[in-house]
């Protein structure tokens, strides 16, 4: 009898067990996070970087060309190698931990808005060192896209044939591509520890990963449409929009968001057989939003937000000067502030993740 009891209240607990599971809509997986962090090194970060690199190397190219001598098609070479290079860096922006930290690239390459009225006291006084903090606002993209795009046609000759104006776009360009060389060569060593960090915990590659995918899609929503659009001031900023010079805001943030939807879906290559991507982790993990998995709906806001972007017609610091252009911006800054609210708070959760960083970063 005693015996029966036993096993009568051990089949309640097993019993008991197995509904509590089924509740939580969030098993204990075992999910190989070594397949994902292979996956996303060899497959999205490490060609990401070295197309950047490769980029580099065009631009150094073509401005060597121009420096040598000046023409219009020289000039138009250097611009569009300069546009390629940051198209690039929309692929490789979410990606500043391990040696993009080591030299904070987001900052260094690409702090905005840009200081115009430094960049012209250090050409004046050809006095200055880049490699300071105080000069983040005076270098890189930003930089380059005032300088280069800032010209008026009748202009550009003596321009790109001052010595000091060629000696300055020299140094940023020089600059530019030492701290992408460096990130890009670091990666060929750092590749073995980011793979083998599998946790959860703060110091975890996959923490890394999403900490600083999620700070990156943040600081896109803040920086590239809040700011400009008025959101932090009572006044809109039309040349603190990214690349206003070049008027090529809305073309950056597109490979921007492209960028952010693969590294949910991980790269065209996935390995069908593992869970090595973050998509296939999250539906493991059955997690759900309202009456869909938490991945498609991430994906599907993804989506929405790069289809609002598509009906933009007209560049955005032209936007803000007509009501209905700019109505169309502030709509995809709430579908953004939509999908930060899905990663930074439904995926993170889902994940067991800890965000870490600060939201106080204003570049």
Known sequence: MIFKKVI????????????????????????????????????????????????????????????????????????????????????????????????????TLNTFPTDTIRIKDNIASGTYSLVTSSNFKAKGFPALDYLLFNVESNTQESVFTDTKVLQYLEDIIKDIKT??????????????????????????SLSLLINEFVKDYELAKRAKVGFPLGKSSSDVLPYHFEAPYSMNSSRILGFNLQSYRMIITGPENNDLTKTDNLYEYLSELSVTRGDALLADVILEEFDETIGLLNKMDIPFRKSLELPTEKEKIEALYKNMQESVVLLKTDMVSAMGILINYQDNDGD
Request: glycine content about 4%; charged content about 25%.
């Open 8 to 107: 009568y209240v051990l089949f309640i607990a097993v019993f008991m067990l197995s509904c509590s599971n089924e509740n939580t809509g969030n098993p204990k997986i075992d999910i190989d996070k070594k397949a994902l962090l292979t996956n996303y090194a060899d497959n999205l970060i490490i060609p990401a970087f070295e197309d950047l690199y490769l980029k580099s190397n065009t631009l150094i190219e073509r401005f060597a060309e121009l420096k040598l001598e000046y023409s219009e098609q020289r000039y138009n070479k250097v611009r569009q190698a300069f546009s390629d290079l940051r198209n690039s860096w929309q692929y490789c922006s979410a990606y500043g931990f391990g040696p993009a930290e080591d030299v904070v690239l987001r900052q």
């Open 179 to 204: 701290n992408i060389d460096y990130v890009r060569n670091g990666w060929q060593s750092y590749r073995d520890v980011f793979i083998s960090k599998t946790g959860n915990d703060a110091g975890s």
